[in-house]
């Protein structure tokens, strides 16, 4: 393993590139990346570096994200099939069909989307604002969420506003079970349960704290407590543990596992270096147009 992690050095370096990794991706992948996190803050992590390829460790949507956000480097993403369960390939035509259907409704499209999806949302938002960018739009305007129910069933209670609620969702976060946290909390008794709001409802309402996967290894960070339960996928206990390894960590369940988060391998990301393929670029008229949902957002306080 260690001829292979100095191959990936040494093409870096020619290239001029940066590697990017999901906290949900791999263990010895994380340890390879220059940037760890969620998948829009490494985006713009890169935009500000002055790097000229980007190797996204993770699934589709989120290099076309980096590529949006930067369309002058080139985007590799090793794991070409690694895509996002959260939708199908027909979700394109079904927001189109939406649209026409409500023709005078907003779409907010959670940054888990394919760049074609964002390019027809009048705003962008992620799993730590999708609350504030919901409050932020009008009173009197119908408003719908793509692509994950129970993310805007989380943003419907903080801002106590109804919203058309997409059919789709994380199957990883959306198999949690109240019977699974119930039983994590009383096997680890003194944890405090940290939970991602792409969990369904009733198993929200037993944590003690719902954010990003950003905000959760915050929270756990900054905590003064020294046990926690990790109600998200299995990847982020890799950087929890790096972050604080005086503190405990136990996953709500064995089956947080996302399949497609775990395509990634080393041998990829070297092949990508070294041949600067499998290339992601996204089309200008839709880039721009995902860039203008993404601004937005970005003007959001929350």
């Given at each position: 393993m260690?001829?292979?992690?100095?191959?990936?050095?040494?093409?870096?370096?020619?290239?001029?590139?940066?590697?990017?990794?999901?906290?949900?991706?791999?263990?010895?992948?994380?340890?390879?990346?220059?940037?760890?996190?969620?998948?829009?803050?490494?985006?713009?992590?890169?935009?500000?570096?002055?790097?000229?390829?980007?190797?996204?460790?993770?699934?589709?949507?989120?290099?076309?994200?980096?590529?949006?956000?930067?369309?002058?480097?080139?985007?590799?993403?090793?794991?070409?099939?690694?895509?996002?369960?959260?939708?199908?390939?027909?979700?394109?035509?079904?927001?189109?069909?939406?649209?026409?259907?409500?023709p005078h409704a907003l779409i907010v499209s959670y940054v888990n989307t394919p760049a074609s999806v964002k390019a027809m949302s009048d705003i962008c938002c992620t799993s730590s604002n999708a609350a504030a960018v919901v409050a932020s739009l009008p009173k009197d305007k119908e408003v719908i969420f793509v692509p994950d129910r129970n993310l805007a069933s989380w943003a419907e209670e903080q801002c106590n506003r109804s919203l058309l609620k997409w059919q789709g969702g994380c199957p990883i976060h959306g198999m949690l079970t109240v019977t699974d946290i119930r039983m994590a909390k009383i096997k680890y008794p003194n944890a405090l349960v940290l939970m991602h709001p792409e969990c369904r409802a009733e198993v929200r309402e037993l944590a003690d704290y719902i954010g990003s996967t950003s905000g959760i290894i915050n929270y756990a960070e900054k905590s003064e407590a020294t046990e926690f339960i990790i109600a998200t996928e299995e990847g982020v206990l890799y950087e929890l543990s790096e972050r604080c390894p005086n503190k405990q960590f136990h996953l709500a369940s064995r089956r947080l596992l996302c399949t497609n988060m775990k395509k990634t391998t080393l041998e990829k990301i070297r092949d990508a270096l070294k041949t600067l393929e499998p290339r992601i670029v996204v089309p200008d008229e839709i880039r721009e147009r995902s860039a203008a949902a993404l601004e937005k957002m970005l003007a959001i306080k929350g």
């Amino acid at each position: 393993m260690e001829d292979i992690i100095d191959e990936i050095m040494r093409l870096k370096k020619e290239r001029k590139a940066i590697i990017l990794a999901h906290v949900y991706q791999p263990e010895e992948i994380q340890e390879i990346a220059d940037f760890t996190g969620d998948s829009y803050g490494l985006s713009r992590q890169a935009a500000e570096t002055d790097a000229e390829v980007i190797v996204f460790a993770g699934v589709r949507f989120m290099a076309e994200t980096a590529n949006i956000l930067s369309p002058d480097k080139i985007t590799l993403l090793p794991a070409a099939d690694a895509g996002c369960q959260m939708f199908t390939n027909a979700i394109e035509g079904q927001v189109r069909q939406a649209k026409m259907d409500n023709p005078h409704a907003l779409i907010v499209s959670y940054v888990n989307t394919p760049a074609s999806v964002k390019a027809m949302s009048d705003i962008c938002c992620t799993s730590s604002n999708a609350a504030a960018v919901v409050a932020s739009l009008p009173k009197d305007k119908e408003v719908i969420f793509v692509p994950d129910r129970n993310l805007a069933s989380w943003a419907e209670e903080q801002c106590n506003r109804s919203l058309l609620k997409w059919q789709g969702g994380c199957p990883i976060h959306g198999m949690l079970t109240v019977t699974d946290i119930r039983m994590a909390k009383i096997k680890y008794p003194n944890a405090l349960v940290l939970m991602h709001p792409e969990c369904r409802a009733e198993v929200r309402e037993l944590a003690d704290y719902i954010g990003s996967t950003s905000g959760i290894i915050n929270y756990a960070e900054k905590s003064e407590a020294t046990e926690f339960i990790i109600a998200t996928e299995e990847g982020v206990l890799y950087e929890l543990s790096e972050r604080c390894p005086n503190k405990q960590f136990h996953l709500a369940s064995r089956r947080l596992l996302c399949t497609n988060m775990k395509k990634t391998t080393l041998e990829k990301i070297r092949d990508a270096l070294k041949t600067l393929e499998p290339r992601i670029v996204v089309p200008d008229e839709i880039r721009e147009r995902s860039a203008a949902a993404l601004e937005k957002m970005l003007a959001i306080k929350g």
